[in-house]
């Protein structure tokens, strides 16, 4: 997608009139832009204030719902916290592969056939040591440079969990006896390139992305701009920000949000069922919206609870769907290309887990 023809970087591009219209139009509708997301700013300024000045002037109106909101807030405080510098890692990773390394770096080494090129993607995690909040703007910026869709999905859920730091602190929190690294590891390689190849088959790719990604990914202006590599890093470390910050704040609200109204003690009484543990975790997982790097700690605490095969589907299934990472991905795929993800990977984690306890 948007590969520059051969030797266009060295064509001389005309400087555009002060007038042109369409210089003009996108200079106003970065200011628009501006605009939004200063009111944005500002209103969120203005409910924070008044919120403020409510609970010093009325504090006994507050008593009631006090916990459930401070609860709420250290979660989500929390969990962007954790996620922030992932995200700003992976944006710095996706700006050095768009701007700084060669146009064909990234693939001239790669295998020419499908199969062996998907599973040397899946493995990139491996020098790419981000978790999979941070994978999100790399997979954009591969995609940018070229990348087909099926490819990038599989790197996109596969790093998270092929990564150096996912595996050492599992490895430190399991151990190898009980088999959950392994299983998350072989689990994690064979889901990813499983939906590679679905969705390297789809004959139409460009409808899996948002519009605006799409256009992004047509144009080629990225590929020869005019500014030099240091103006292009700054803008695109901008323009990605952008995009990925308000899906992490909305992401982390959502997540707790729904840790403080949904009660953990009935998904741990579901921990000895072969399937029910596995469901439930599964849905813990989506719920917590943990980053892969400290999951394994984490879920822990439920090993003497949840039978193994539940623990390695909250494993598996985590770093590649959960409420945060889809309100990430949303800036990429369209809804129905999510829903259909999260249904299958959903399926293929399950099957996983339920067949890692039905073998232990």
Not at 172 to 195: C, E, T, Y
């Amino acid at each position: 997608m948007g590969q520059p023809a051969p030797g266009s970087e060295n064509v001389p591009v005309a400087a555009a009139p002060a007038w042109d219209p369409e210089r003009l139009a996108d200079r106003e509708k970065r200011r628009a832009a501006g605009y939004r997301r200063l009111n944005l700013v500002l209103a969120i300024g203005v409910i924070v204030a008044i919120a403020l000045l409510f609970r010093t002037l009325a504090p006994s109106a507050t008593a009631g719902i006090e916990g459930a909101a401070r609860d709420f807030f250290t979660l989500a405080i929390s969990v962007i916290v954790e996620s922030l510098p992932f995200v700003f890692l992976g944006i710095l990773v996706s700006i050095l592969v768009q701007v700084w390394l060669p146009p064909d770096f990234m693939f001239r080494w790669l295998p020419s056939r499908p199969l062996p090129r998907r599973m040397v993607l899946s493995l990139l995690g491996m020098l790419m040591p981000v978790c999979e909040c941070g994978n999100v703007p790399t997979t954009r910026g591969l995609m940018l440079k070229g990348l087909g869709v099926g490819e990038s999905m599989t790197f996109l859920f596969a790093a998270p969990i092929l990564n150096p730091i996912t595996i050492i602190t599992t490895q430190q929190a399991f151990g190898w006896d009980s088999g959950i690294l392994v299983w998350r590891i072989a689990g994690g390689f064979m889901i990813a390139n499983l939906i590679g190849w679905l969705y390297s088959r789809n004959r139409e790719p460009h409808r899996l992305l948002t519009p605006r990604f799409e256009a992004a990914c047509n144009a080629d202006d990225h590929h020869h701009s005019p500014h030099g590599k240091l103006r292009q890093s700054v803008e695109l470390f901008q323009r990605e920000a952008n995009a990925m910050m308000p899906a992490l704040f909305i992401g982390a609200g959502l997540a707790g949000l729904i840790q403080v109204g949904v009660p953990r003690n009935i998904l741990v009484a579901l921990g000895s069922d072969p399937l029910w543990s596995v469901l439930a975790l599964m849905v813990l997982a989506f719920i917590v919206s943990l980053c892969s790097t400290v999951d394994a700690f984490f879920i822990l605490s439920f090993g003497a609870t949840f039978l193994p095969g539940s623990i390695v589907a909250f494993l598996v299934f985590g770093p590649m769907i959960d409420v945060k990472m889809l309100a990430l991905l949303r800036t990429t795929f369209t809804a129905r290309t999510l829903l259909h993800l999260t249904g299958l990977i959903s399926l293929c984690a399950a099957v996983l887990g339920w067949g890692v306890n039905l073998a232990s």
